[in-house]
T-cell receptor, first 107, second 118 residues
Framework: DAKTTQPPSMDCAEGRAANLPCNHS???????VYWYRQIHSQGPQYIIH???NNETNEMASLIITEDRKSSTLILPHATLRDTAVYYC????????FGAGTRLTVKP | EAGVAQSPRYKIIEKRQSVAFWCNPI?????LYWYQQILGQGPKLLIQ????????DSQLPKDRFSAERLKGVDSTLKIQPAKLEDSAVYLC????????????????FGEGSRLTVL
């Protein structure tokens, strides 16, 4: 019972920014937004998480709207190795995945 | 630091047979998760342990699936008897914290155990 909505697929040109949206309109005040990605045949890999403020790490940036009902994961300079399924999850204690967005980075 | 270890990596059985998967989490991680991932779908949470206690098993098909985490470290997931629809990758994950400080609860996943039921 994922609490998030993501587009099923997106394309991005290599070297350009990839912006992956996520809607989580029923998020509650103590739930965090997490992003994971899964490259074919591997287990999901943690990318970033946040509560209210925008966050940035070496992999990506996370932009959360002021009302917290949606967020965007930004991969600033997508490479072919970023081709994967990206999952947006709202979490307090458990971690439940939806179907995610299949991002294809094209040369 | 060693990651989450799972075995076997691959298993092929016939329907109605039984199978067991083993998971060794990262040392010191109190929380352990088992997920089922059917081809083309996101991982589905089956059961969540905190130390050796079950936190959530609401999506575990208890008529055929069982899991235990003796001594709060290793865990075993068993399927008996297996059905064709159990063909999937079974992922184990662990994390450091639970509840009060979820912002540090990054999940680390193993490589998974791929089950094929014929």
């Amino acid at each position: 019972d994922a609490k998030t909505t993501q587009p099923p697929s997106m394309d991005c040109a290599e070297g350009r920014a990839a912006n992956l949206p996520c809607n989580h309109s029923t998020i509650s005040g103590n739930e965090y937004v997490y992003w994971y990605r899964q490259i074919h045949s591997q287990g999901p890999q943690y990318i970033i998480h946040g509560l209210k403020n925008n966050e940035t790490n070496e992999m990506a940036s996370l932009i959360i709207t002021e009302d917290r009902k949606s967020s965007t994961l930004i991969l600033p300079h997508a490479t072919l190795r970023d081709t994967a399924v990206y999952y947006c999850i709202v979490r307090w204690n458990d971690m439940r995945f939806g179907a995610g967005t299949r991002l294809t980075v094209k040369p | 630091e060693a990651g989450v270890a799972q075995s076997p990596r691959y298993k092929i059985i016939e329907k109605r047979q039984s199978v067991a998967f083993w998971c060794n989490p990262i040392s010191g991680h109190a929380t352990l998760y088992w997920y089922q991932q059917i081809l083309g779908q996101g991982p589905k949470l089956l059961i969540q342990f905190q130390n050796n206690g079950v936190v959530d098993d609401s999506q575990l098909p208890k008529d055929r699936f069982s899991a235990e985490r003796l001594k709060g470290v290793d865990s075993t997931l068993k399927i008996q008897p297996a059905k064709l629809e159990d063909s999937a990758v079974y992922l184990c994950a662990s994390s450091l914290v639970y509840g009060a400080a979820p912002n540090t609860g990054e999940l680390f996943f193993g490589e998974g155990s791929r089950l094929t039921v014929l």
